[in-house]
């Protein structure tokens, strides 16, 4: 039955993310939103609404470190499996100087989360902070795109090409309640699922958050990555990884934290924080005019991610033959 929960959960996350994002962006259209605003604020944050949604229940229903193996893990696999497999599909070449000025700003938000999460514990006061982080990110992008009106004309014809909206009120209203719904109904079941098949295998919530629930959420930049890629779209590609890695660390942590505390497990502190900034150095290429990642790479950064999910999958096994031992 945990299992039925968790596809079923990973569906209803997918399916409820994309209509609330369509239907919103429909919705703010009609209303007179400006396509930047509408680029910068509610297509970002409904890629991150499945992440959000989870790590929220996860709080409320008391797995807590879930959440954060979720925010992780997502943020590693959107580097070497989202840009990884469109790279072996189709190679990707990058122009766009706002890749860089993004990048710098995810690594920087990347330290910052390590250094709060090495105080042991994301209190209230650290999301108020990583909050507050992304206010400014979104503030200064949406300076950067008025100053630039070509690119950000050029940004929004992309988000055109790959958004397909409602005409009709009524439809993306009844989209974006849908997909409220399912958001919350699909988190509750991931959430119930996942915990209980931790604990049928005698591993943590941690684990499953960085591998099964983190691999489900990652699946709408996977897909979107794979559709830019296949359309020559790099810079969709890539910037769509790289914001979303941000809105996972700075929106979501930032606002799960001021729900309820989340501990940082040892095994993070020691490996897993590491391990998602030196995924995220692999985009640092990409701040060169014309960059280019070809199938090699692609294959390299998708190897990586498989042997990361080995190590977990062995030290997971480790861990509970250690504690039947005891």
């Known amino acids: 039955m945990a299992y039925i929960q968790v596809v079923a959960g990973l569906v209803l996350l997918v399916v409820a993310g994309d209509y609330l994002v369509r239907g919103s962006v429909s919705l703010a259209r009609r209303a007179g ?12 944050f409904g890629t ?3 992440e959000l949604v989870v790590g929220v229940d996860a709080v409320l229903t008391g797995a807590p470190t879930l959440a954060l193996g979720n925010v992780v893990g997502s943020n590693i696999a959107n580097v070497l499996l989202v840009v990884g497999l469109p790279a072996i599909i189709s190679p990707m070449v ?15 938000a990347t330290v910052l989360f390590i250094g709060m999460a090495f105080t042991g514990t994301f209190e209230w006061q ?16 949406i300076s950067r795109r008025k100053a630039c009106p070509i690119e950000a004309a050029a940004e929004m014809a992309e988000m055109d090409e790959l958004q397909h909206k409602p005409d009709s009120y009524r439809v993306a209203s009844i989209m974006v309640l849908g997909g409220l719904i399912g958001l919350i109904f699909g988190a509750d079941l991931l959430v119930v699922g996942s915990v209980d098949i931790a604990r049928n295998f005698g591993v943590s919530e941690a684990v499953i958050g960085l591998t099964l629930v983190a691999l489900g959420t990652s699946l709408p930049e996977l897909i979107t990555a794979l559709v830019a890629a296949v359309r020559g779209h790099c810079e969709v590609a890539v910037g769509n990884v790289i914001g979303s890695n941000i809105f996972n660390l700075l929106s979501i942590i930032g606002i799960t934290s001021i729900v309820g505390p989340i501990p940082v497990p040892d095994s993070f502190l020691n490996v897993d924080l590491w391990v998602m900034l030196a995924s ?4 640092v290429p990409f701040i060169r005019p014309n960059s280019h990642v070809g199938k090699v790479a692609g294959i390299v950064m998708v190897l990586l991610y498989i042997g990361y999910i080995v190590y977990l999958a062995q030290s997971a096994e480790s861990a509970t033959a250690m504690g039947m031992t005891l």
Request: aromatic residues 10%; glycine residues 8%; proline residues 4%.
């Open 94 to 108: 990058c122009s766009s100087p706002r890749l860089g000025r993004n990048l710098m700003f995810m690594l920087a």
């Open 48 to 50: 991150s609404a499945p």
């Open 126 to 141: 650290q999301g108020v902070i990583l909050l507050a982080f992304l206010s400014l990110f979104i503030g200064y992008s």
């Open 33 to 44: 939103v400006s396509k930047l605003i509408i680029g910068l604020t509610i297509v970002a």
């Open 280 to 283: 995220s150095l692999f985009l």
